[in-house]
T-cell receptor, first 108, second 112 residues
């Protein structure tokens, strides 16, 4: 059965303390891996799409990487405004399957 | 103006009532989706539609039905609401090409 697992469930960082979020997946027919950011009370917002192992994408303090079995979202020198839930999702042939998310809190 | 809108934003109802959640989009996308989000479970797909004449069940369609009234409108119905349908519901759209989905602001549904 296709699965998407994110770890840790929650992560608390001090401002400036870099870390990584993990998304491991077992999916047949992978068409792409997506990262979204979700703020409380809002819908997810798109961050990145990765299509093949070895691919990397960057946006401000965030960098996403992809291997054949997992993806990492690296956060460099985070700020309090980076606090949110980060969701990864795998695109299958007809639909997208989401992980449960990592809730990130960055303290000033 | 928001590209994907959902109504209502909040709804409290009682067990056994029929409820309709509505989604409208101005992005011109053919594909539309309904998800529910529960703490610790992430987003789970209920139904999806690739065009007006195409409706498909998702991972958790039991107890739900949908209607695609037009390219821009996709409604989700709970024929007889039950308490375990209490959740946050999201509508999303996507283009044919890259799969990126655009989400509405969500509807918080409480079934008492």
């Amino acid at each position: 059965e296709d699965q998407v697992t994110q770890s840790p469930e929650a992560l608390r960082l001090q401002e400036g303390e870099s870390s990584s979020l993990n998304c491991s997946y077992t999916v047949s027919g992978l068409r792409g891996l997506f990262w979204y950011r979700q703020d409380p009370g809002k819908g997810p917002e798109f961050l990145f799409t990765l299509y093949s192992a070895g691919e990397e994408k960057e946006k401000e303090r965030l960098k996403a990487t992809l291997t054949k079995k997992e993806s990492f979202l690296h956060i460099t020198a985070p700020k309090p405004e980076d606090s949110a839930t980060y969701l990864c999702a795998v695109q299958r042939i007809n639909d997208m399957r989401f992980g449960a998310g990592t809730r990130l809190t960055v303290k000033p | 103006d928001a590209d994907v809108t959902q109504t209502p934003r909040n709804r409290i109802t009682k067990t056994g009532k029929r409820i309709m959640l509505e989604c409208s989009q101005t992005k011109g996308h053919d594909r539309m989706y309904w998800y529910r989000q529960d703490p610790g479970l992430g987003l789970r797909l209920i139904y999806y539609s690739f065009d007006v004449k195409d409706i498909n069940k998702g991972e958790i369609s039991d107890g739900y039905s949908v209607s695609r009234q037009a390219q821009a409108k996709f409604s989700l119905s709970l024929e007889s609401a039950i308490p375990n349908q209490t959740a946050l519901y999201f509508c999303a759209t996507s283009d044919l090409g890259n799969g990126e989905q655009f989400f509405g602001p969500g509807t918080r549904l409480t079934v008492l």
